[in-house]
């Protein structure tokens, strides 16, 4: 059984920064791609980015191409999401959630493990 927890969540003002953490507890043959998801108030949830531990590619939903980067440190079993010039709108709950591989990625019902969020706030 794999663990994941985020952390990095919190409260910035438009145009700010944040940067996302995505630990796991290890990783195997189930958690060969880890996925940023994210859910605003009132909406779906929907895929951010996601990226290959096991080789490196990376993934990212139209909208976050030129804000979010999704990066790795394999030796730590970490995935981070660096979110630049953030807007009001990205406010969410952001979940981090692995699989064994990279097909269709945004399909959420794919993703055996889940953690339990963070939460972003960007206030105008």
């Known amino acids: 059984q794999v663990q994941l927890v985020e952390s990095g969540g919190g409260s910035v003002q438009a145009g700010g920064s944040l940067r996302l953490s995505c630990a796991a507890s290890g990783y195997t043959d189930g958690t060969k791609f880890i996925a940023w998801f994210r859910q605003a108030p009132g909406k779906e949830r929907e895929g951010v980015a996601g990226?290959?531990?096991?080789?490196?590619?990376?993934y990212y939903a139209d909208s976050d191409k030129t804000r979010f980067t999704i990066s790795q440190n394999n030796a730590e079993n970490t995935v981070y999401l660096q979110m630049n010039s953030l807007k009001p709108e990205d406010t969410a709950m952001y979940y981090c959630?692995?699989?064994?591989?990279?097909?269709?990625?945004?399909?959420?019902?794919?993703?055996?493990?889940w953690g339990q969020g963070t939460q972003v706030t960007v206030s105008s």
């Open positions: 959630a692995a699989k064994g591989d990279a097909d269709n990625w945004l399909r959420q019902t794919l993703y055996t493990y």
């Open positions: 990226i290959r531990t096991d080789f490196p590619a990376t």
